[in-house]
């Protein structure tokens, strides 16, 4: 079991990036906006790639392409350097080839034949998400996406982040669900009616043993930038990767409890966080 995280994408929003062939209208900038729906496409999925300029060197330990359309089959690579040239010819930093889904522990013939179903633990739309151990300190990054059973790459989100991951965790009893609008009426026969919506995902929890340091250098920092009105992503367990995607939140933080001095040099804090699906 591995510890929380919480990571906002101030880090990719402020920087330059660049990538392969795209149309006019589905742009490598919409990688910085939040609506998830509103992708980038990459053309030519066999041979895709987003390059990030971070400006400057920076600690990085959490990188995310989220919201994406690419199959079981599909597969990606993270390379950092501090000469841009080196990205291809001499990485610093080199995740090897990785699943494009997540959760899944392999991607080729030989992975398929040793599992039941491709398509286990897959949701509407999927997430490739690496998390470091050890941040990197890197100005230049590059992901290369490869996958041949699709005709174009659609990603809706990227995320290079410095997450934070308290030293201990959160309590436990943490509320993990979904919220549904739908309504139903009932007629006058007695027939119900249903109005269906898109039902989304919540998450309640709360920091019981933090430090001053996490709270006002990190947490307190997160609620100034983002608020209620800007996207965080949520993992509760980076460690469970079969159902990494499905402990992954990419939402809003909903109501920003106060940071509280509960005891000598411990600080407690509750989050909220609902989905974005659009």
């Known amino acids: 079991m591995a510890n929380m995280l919480l990571a906002t994408p101030v880090l990719s929003d402020a920087a330059t990036l660049s990538a392969s062939t795209y149309p006019a209208s589905l ?3 919409n990688l910085k906006r939040m609506p998830i729906g509103e992708v980038c496409r ?3 999925p066999e041979n895709a790639f987003i390059q990030i300029d971070l400006g400057t060197e920076k600690a990085v330990n959490l990188i995310a ?3 994406h359309n690419g ?3 599909g597969y990606a690579r993270v390379r950092a350097a501090d000469v841009e040239a080196d990205l ?3 990485p610093d930093y080199d995740s090897g080839n990785l699943p494009l889904r997540s959760h899944q522990s392999g991607y080729d013939e030989t992975w398929a034949s040793g599992v039941d179903d491709e398509q286990y633990g897959a949701l509407d739309t999927n997430h490739f998400i690496l998390h470091l151990d050890t941040a990197q300190n890197y100005r230049y990054w590059r992901i290369d996406m490869v996958d041949t059973e699709i005709s174009y790459l659609d990603v809706g989100r990227l995320y290079m982040a410095k997450a934070f991951q308290p030293v201990t965790n959160m309590d436990y009893g943490v509320a993990d669900g979904f919220i549904d609008p739908s309504t139903i009426a009932r007629m006058v026969s007695g027939k119900n009616i249903a109005n269906e919506r898109p039902k989304y995902r919540f998450c309640e929890l709360k920091l019981s043993f933090a430090s001053e340091q996490e709270m006002y250098d990190i947490a ?6 983002r ?4 996207d965080v992503l949520f ?10 995607q499905k402990r992954t939140i990419y939402g809003l933080m909903k109501g920003l409890a106060p940071i509280v001095n509960a005891n000598f040099q411990l600080f407690e804090k509750s989050y909220r966080i609902e989905e974005i699906i659009e």
């Open 27 to 29: 742009p490598v900038g």
């Open 42 to 44: 990459f053309i030519d």
């Open 65 to 67: 392409l989220l919201g």
């Open 71 to 73: 199959s079981s089959r």
């Open 88 to 90: 291809l010819a001499d």
């Open 220 to 225: 307190f920092e997160i609620d100034r930038l």
């Open 227 to 230: 608020g209620t009105t800007r």
């Open 235 to 244: 993992i509760n367990d980076p460690s469970k990767k079969d159902t990494l």
